[in-house]
C-alpha cells in the first residue's frame, strides 16, 4: 500500500519533471527557429581531419556542445544532390521520396530531366527559363508537417547555389525557395512560391552585393592565393563556377540567409520556424580538386569562421537558447583517382560518353540492330531507351538485363535493373537493400551499374554517386536544449534527421520516414524551478554514459573505454525497403 502510494507520488513528480524539459514544442515556437545547414559534399571524416584546426563557435559549437554523430551513412547507392537533400528532409530514401538521381530520362519528353524542373511554373527574378517546384517528390518533409501541425503558422525557407538543393529540402508547403541564376548570380525563386520577389530580395540584388564577390584573390592561412574570382582569365564566365568555387560563395549564401532571417522575420512568429541552408561551394570545388587537397581544406576552415559567424548573428536575433542547429551533407566524395593510385589502390576514371558509346555499339552488335539503346550514362546509373528495344522486340526486364550485362562487359562489377528493383527481387543482403532504397519509380526504364570501388565516371576531378563509405559517410550533429552533449559512435542514418526533429517538436514525422529517434544523445528530462522553458544545458543532470551507450570525447574524465553499448541497426526488413 505505502510502496504504492510512493509510487504513484513518484509518478507524479516526474511528470512535473517532463513539463519543464529542454524539449520543445512547435505548437508555441520552442525552439523559435530550427536551422538545418547542409553542406553539399561534406565527407563525415573532415570533422575529424581537421578538428584540431576548428576555432570556438563554428563547428565545434556542435562538436563540443552538441550531440555529433561520427557514424552517419546514407544507407543507399545513389548519392547524388538531389536524393541526399531529400532524404535528409523527408527522414525517407528515394523508395519513399521518390527521387534518385539529379536528373533522369523522361520518356515522354524524350530528354533528360531535372529532378525539379516544373513546365507548369515559371522563373521568378530573372526574364527567362522553365520554373522549378517540388512536384516530384513522393512524401512529404519535416517543413511540411511542421506547417500543417501549425495551421500554416510556422515558416519554412530552403535556400542554396543550386535550385534542387533549396526546393526538395523546402518541401510541398514551403514559404520560399531560392536559389542562384547561375551565370549571373542573382538570387531567383519560382512562381510556384510568389509571382515576383519579395522587396528584400529584389533590394538585395540590386544592392550590387554581387559585384563585390569579383575580382577577389582567395588567399590560404599563409597569404598564398589559392585561386581568384577574376572574370576571364581562360576560366568559366558563369558566377556559379567562378565564385562558387570559392570560399566567397558561401559569404554570398550566408549575406542572403541573414537578410530573409531578418527580414521575413523568422524566429519571432506564434510557431516554430524552418530554415535549411544549403552551402554548395564545397561542392563545386571538391569535384575540381577532391577530399584531399590544400584548397578543400582551406574551404573547409574558412567554413568553420563562416559558420561561427552566421551562428553568432542567430544568437544576435534570437539567443542561442531559442535555436536548434542540425549540420548535415548530402554525400562525399572519391578521392582523386591520381590520389587513390599513389596509395596502391584499385581506381579508375571512366569517361561516362565513351563507356554510353560502348555498350550502344555492343547491344548494336548483340542485337544485329544499330541504335541508341541507352539513352543517358550518369555513371554508374544508365539510363535505357524503351522505343530502341521495343524495335528488337524486348520488354522492359529482358532490355534492361541485356544493359546490366553490357556495363559490365564495360567496367562495372554488377548491376541492378528497375524492374528487378520494382519487385524487391534482390539477393537478402546489404547491397541487395541499399539498391532497393534507391529505386524510384521515375524516370523510365534504367540500370544502376554497381562501380568498382574508387571508380568514377569523369575523366578529369573526382564524382561521388557510389554505395561505398566515402559517398555514404557525412557528418550529422545537433546543436540546442534538447540535446546531450557529446560524440555518439551508434548507428545513424540521414533519414534519422528529420524523424529526431519532428519527435522533439512534437509533430508527426514526415509521411514516408523511416529513420529512427535519437534518443541515446537527448538529455535527460529535468524540471527547472522558475523556468516553464527548461534550463540551461549547465543545469542538466550527468549522462548516465553506460545505460545511454555515450561515448564522451577522448580525453573525458568519464569516458567509458568499452562500455559503449552497441546499437543494433534498426530493425528494417528488406519488405519495408521493396514499398
Ligand atoms: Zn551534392
Given at each position: 500500500?505505502?510502496?504504492?502510494?510512493?509510487?504513484?507520488?513518484?509518478?507524479?513528480?516526474?511528470?512535473?519533471?517532463?513539463?519543464?524539459?529542454?524539449?520543445?514544442?512547435?505548437?508555441?515556437?520552442?525552439?523559435?527557429?530550427?536551422?538545418?545547414?547542409?553542406?553539399?559534399?561534406?565527407?563525415?571524416?573532415?570533422?575529424?581531419?581537421?578538428?584540431?584546426?576548428?576555432?570556438?563557435?563554428?563547428?565545434?559549437?556542435?562538436?563540443?556542445?552538441?550531440?555529433?554523430?561520427?557514424?552517419?551513412?546514407?544507407?543507399?547507392?545513389?548519392?547524388?544532390?538531389?536524393?541526399?537533400?531529400?532524404?535528409?528532409?523527408?527522414?525517407?530514401?528515394?523508395?519513399?521520396?521518390?527521387?534518385?538521381?539529379?536528373?533522369?530520362?523522361?520518356?515522354?519528353?524524350?530528354?533528360?530531366?531535372?529532378?525539379?524542373?516544373?513546365?507548369?511554373?515559371?522563373?521568378?527574378?530573372?526574364?527567362?527559363?522553365?520554373?522549378?517546384?517540388?512536384?516530384?517528390?513522393?512524401?512529404?518533409?519535416?517543413?511540411?508537417?511542421?506547417?500543417?501541425?501549425?495551421?500554416?503558422?510556422?515558416?519554412?525557407?530552403?535556400?542554396?547555389?543550386?535550385?534542387?538543393?533549396?526546393?526538395?529540402?523546402?518541401?510541398?508547403?514551403?514559404?520560399?525557395?531560392?536559389?542562384?541564376?547561375?551565370?549571373?548570380?542573382?538570387?531567383?525563386?519560382?512562381?510556384?512560391?510568389?509571382?515576383?520577389?519579395?522587396?528584400?530580395?529584389?533590394?538585395?540584388?540590386?544592392?550590387?552585393?554581387?559585384?563585390?564577390?569579383?575580382?577577389?584573390?582567395?588567399?590560404?592561412?599563409?597569404?598564398?592565393?589559392?585561386?581568384?574570382?577574376?572574370?576571364?582569365?581562360?576560366?568559366?564566365?558563369?558566377?556559379?563556377?567562378?565564385?562558387?568555387?570559392?570560399?566567397?560563395?558561401?559569404?554570398?549564401?550566408?549575406?542572403?540567409?541573414?537578410?530573409?532571417?531578418?527580414?521575413?522575420?523568422?524566429?519571432?512568429g506564434p510557431a516554430t520556424d524552418l530554415l535549411i541552408v544549403s552551402l554548395s561551394a564545397n561542392d563545386i570545388l571538391g569535384h575540381q580538386v577532391g577530399p584531399d587537397s590544400a584548397e578543400m581544406q582551406a574551404m573547409a576552415l574558412a567554413m568553420d569562421r563562416q559558420l561561427a559567424g552566421?551562428?553568432?548573428?542567430?544568437?544576435?536575433?534570437?539567443?542561442?537558447?531559442?535555436?536548434?542547429?542540425?549540420?548535415?551533407?548530402?554525400?562525399?566524395?572519391?578521392?582523386?583517382?591520381?590520389?587513390?593510385?599513389?596509395?596502391?589502390?584499385?581506381?579508375?576514371?571512366?569517361?561516362?560518353?565513351?563507356?554510353?558509346?560502348?555498350?550502344?555499339?555492343?547491344?548494336?552488335?548483340?542485337?544485329?540492330?544499330?541504335?541508341?539503346?541507352?539513352?543517358?550514362?550518369?555513371?554508374?546509373?544508365?539510363?535505357?531507351?524503351?522505343?530502341?528495344?521495343?524495335?528488337?522486340?524486348?520488354?522492359?526486364?529482358?532490355?534492361?538485363?541485356?544493359?546490366?550485362?553490357?556495363?559490365?562487359?564495360?567496367?562495372?562489377?554488377?548491376?541492378?535493373?528497375?524492374?528487378?528493383?520494382?519487385?524487391?527481387?534482390?539477393?537478402?543482403?546489404?547491397?541487395?537493400?541499399?539498391?532497393?532504397?534507391?529505386?524510384?519509380?521515375?524516370?523510365?526504364?534504367?540500370?544502376?551499374?554497381?562501380?568498382?570501388?574508387?571508380?568514377?565516371?569523369?575523366?578529369?576531378?573526382?564524382?561521388?554517386?557510389?554505395?561505398?563509405?566515402?559517398?555514404?559517410?557525412?557528418?550529422?550533429?545537433?546543436?540546442?536544449?534538447?540535446?546531450?552533449?557529446?560524440?555518439?559512435?551508434?548507428?545513424?542514418?540521414?533519414?534519422?534527421?528529420?524523424?529526431?526533429?519532428?519527435?522533439?517538436?512534437?509533430?508527426?514525422?514526415?509521411?514516408?520516414?523511416?529513420?529512427?529517434?535519437?534518443?541515446?544523445?537527448?538529455?535527460?528530462?529535468?524540471?527547472?524551478?522558475?523556468?516553464?522553458?527548461?534550463?540551461?544545458?549547465?543545469?542538466?543532470?550527468?549522462?548516465d554514459v553506460e545505460r545511454r551507450g555515450f561515448r564522451p570525447a577522448a580525453g573525458s574524465a568519464t569516458d567509458p573505454a568499452n562500455k559503449m553499448v552497441a546499437v543494433k541497426k534498426a530493425d528494417r526488413t528488406l519488405a519495408e525497403g521493396a514499398r
Open positions: 500500500m505505502r510502496s504504492s502510494l510512493r509510487c504513484s507520488i513518484l509518478g507524479f513528480l516526474l511528470c512535473l519533471s517532463l513539463s519543464g524539459t529542454g524539449f520543445g514544442s512547435a505548437y508555441n515556437a520552442r525552439p523559435k527557429l530550427v536551422v538545418i545547414v547542409v553542406i553539399d559534399q561534406f565527407r563525415g571524416d573532415y570533422l575529424e581531419r581537421y578538428r584540431d584546426q576548428w576555432g570556438e563557435g563554428g563547428f565545434r559549437l556542435l562538436l563540443d556542445h552538441g550531440a555529433d554523430f561520427t557514424d552517419c551513412n546514407y544507407d543507399y547507392a545513389n548519392t547524388r544532390t538531389a536524393p541526399g537533400h531529400a532524404t535528409l528532409l523527408t527522414g525517407a530514401y528515394s523508395n519513399g521520396h521518390g527521387i534518385m538521381a539529379n536528373e533522369w530520362w523522361d520518356p515522354a519528353k524524350k530528354r533528360m530531366v531535372g529532378s525539379v524542373e516544373d513546365d507548369a511554373t515559371k522563373l521568378v527574378g530573372i526574364s527567362s527559363g522553365i520554373g522549378a517546384s517540388p512536384h516530384n517528390l513522393l512524401a512529404d518533409t519535416l517543413g511540411d508537417e511542421l506547417k500543417l501541425a501549425t495551421q500554416g503558422k510556422a515558416r519554412v525557407f530552403g535556400i542554396s547555389l543550386k535550385d534542387r538543393a533549396a526546393i526538395l529540402p523546402a518541401g510541398f508547403a514551403g514559404d520560399g525557395a531560392y536559389w542562384i541564376d547561375p551565370r549571373t548570380g542573382t538570387w531567383i525563386t519560382s512562381t510556384y512560391y510568389r509571382s515576383e520577389l519579395p522587396k528584400w530580395a529584389q533590394d538585395f540584388n540590386n544592392s550590387k552585393r554581387l559585384e563585390k564577390y569579383l575580382n577577389l584573390e582567395w588567399k590560404d592561412s599563409n597569404g598564398e592565393v589559392l585561386r581568384t574570382t577574376k572574370p576571364g582569365e581562360g576560366k568559366a564566365g558563369s558566377f556559379f563556377e567562378l565564385v562558387g568555387s570559392t570560399p566567397f560563395a558561401n559569404d554570398y549564401e550566408f549575406e542572403f540567409a541573414r537578410e530573409l532571417i531578418t527580414y521575413e522575420k523568422l524566429g519571432s552566421f551562428f553568432e548573428f542567430l544568437g544576435h536575433q534570437m539567443g542561442l537558447a531559442n535555436v536548434w542547429i542540425a549540420l548535415s551533407a548530402d554525400h562525399g566524395i572519391a578521392p582523386l583517382p591520381t590520389v587513390a593510385a599513389r596509395m596502391h589502390l584499385p581506381t579508375a576514371g571512366f569517361s561516362s560518353e565513351k563507356m554510353k558509346a560502348q555498350v550502344n555499339s555492343a547491344l548494336s552488335a548483340r542485337f544485329s540492330h544499330s541504335a541508341e539503346y541507352v539513352k543517358d550514362i550518369d555513371y554508374p546509373l544508365a539510363w535505357v531507351n524503351p522505343e530502341a528495344f521495343a524495335a528488337v522486340k524486348m520488354k522492359e526486364g529482358d532490355a534492361e538485363r541485356a544493359v546490366g550485362e553490357a556495363l559490365k562487359q564495360a567496367g562495372l562489377r554488377a548491376y541492378y535493373t528497375r524492374s528487378q528493383l520494382e519487385h524487391g527481387d534482390v539477393p537478402n543482403d546489404e547491397a541487395g537493400l541499399k539498391y532497393l532504397h534507391s529505386y524510384s519509380p521515375l524516370g523510365g526504364w534504367y540500370v544502376f551499374g554497381v562501380p568498382v570501388p574508387y571508380t568514377i565516371g569523369i575523366t578529369s576531378g573526382t564524382d561521388h554517386a557510389s554505395p561505398y563509405t566515402y559517398d555514404t559517410h557525412i557528418p550529422l550533429a545537433f546543436y540546442g536544449l534538447p540535446f546531450q552533449a557529446g560524440t555518439y559512435r551508434t548507428h545513424a542514418e540521414p533519414a534519422d534527421l528529420a524523424v529526431t526533429l519532428a519527435s522533439l517538436l512534437g509533430i508527426n514525422a514526415p509521411s514516408h520516414a523511416i529513420g529512427r529517434v535519437l534518443t541515446e544523445a537527448l538529455a535527460p528530462p529535468r524540471r527547472v524551478p522558475g523556468s516553464a522553458r527548461g534550463g540551461e544545458r549547465e543545469e542538466r543532470s550527468a549522462p
